[in-house]
Antibody, heavy 120, light 113 residues
Framework: QVQLVESGGGLVKPGGSLRLSCAAS????????MSWIRQAPGKGLEWVSH???????YYADSVKGRFTISRDNAKNSLYLQMNSLRAEDTAVYYC??????????????WGQGTLVTVSS | DIVMTQSPDSLAVSLGERATINCKSS????????????LAWYQQKPGQPPKLLIY???TRESGVPDRFSGSGSGTDFTLTISSLQAEDVALYYC?????????FGQGSKLEIK
């Protein structure tokens, strides 16, 4: 069955950096676009970034220039490098798989999420 | 960017009754070349990640009970739960995946009356 397991969250000071990882299994990882979606405590869902099965990357304006999404298809892994972190980046970060290959798809699987807290 | 607006923000419905949540997009999410609406509905229970219920506005995800249905086209969409069960208490979100950024509605909280 499909599994997405995030890691790398934690407490970081404003201006600091963190790298999130997502280990995927149970499907042909290289066939699917993948996303990072976040949820601030008690708030709604916010799409953060999206990567094609190859190298096309997309970002929300709120993180553009600070966050970098990447993937290693050989390792079935998705990453999010987060730099210049701000208090407003505090959230649970979910790794998410597209329902359909080829992009422009709903998300059919979500990880359990990893909490990132930005605070001094 | 496409803005998604849900209504109501919260609703309380009696067990066995119908629950309806609306979602409006600031521009059409209907792609004319394939006549598909790029709209999904998710359910989120406390402490859990969201779960996909409906995609292409009206296609039920595998394993989702048939009391859940989606309708609408263009800019106006509806999620309907035909007969509310206790386990349906949750937050519900719509999302457009027509254009990046793939935006979500603010969420609608469904409770039992």
């Amino acid at each position: 069955q499909v599994q997405l397991v995030e890691s790398g969250g934690g407490l970081v000071k404003p201006g600091g950096s963190l790298r999130l990882s997502c280990a995927a299994s149970g499907f042909t990882f290289s066939d699917y676009y993948m996303s990072w979606i976040r949820q601030a405590p008690g708030k709604g869902l916010e799409w953060v970034s999206h990567i094609s099965s190859g190298t096309f990357m997309y970002y929300a304006d709120s993180v553009k220039g600070r966050f970098t999404i990447s993937r290693d298809n050989a390792k079935n892994s998705l990453y999010l490098q987060m730099n210049s972190l701000r208090a407003e980046d505090t959230a649970v970060y979910y790794c998410a798989k597209d329902h359909d290959s080829g992009g422009n798809s709903a998300v059919d699987y979500w990880g359990q999420g990893t909490l990132v807290t930005v605070s001094s | 960017d496409i803005v998604m607006t849900q209504s109501p923000d919260s609703l309380a419905v009696s067990l066995g009754e119908r629950a309806t949540i609306n979602c409006k997009s600031s521009q059409s999410v209907l792609y004319s070349s394939n006549n598909k609406n790029y709209l999904a509905w998710y359910q989120q229970k406390p402490g859990q990640p969201p779960k996909l219920l409906i995609y292409w506005a009206s296609t039920r995800e595998s394993g989702v009970p048939d009391r859940f249905s989606g309708s609408g086209s263009g800019t106006d969409f509806t999620l309907t739960i035909s007969s509310l069960q206790a386990e349906d208490v949750a937050l519900y979100y719509c999302q457009q995946y027509y254009s990046i950024p793939y935006s979500f509605g603010q969420g609608s909280k469904l409770e039992i009356k």
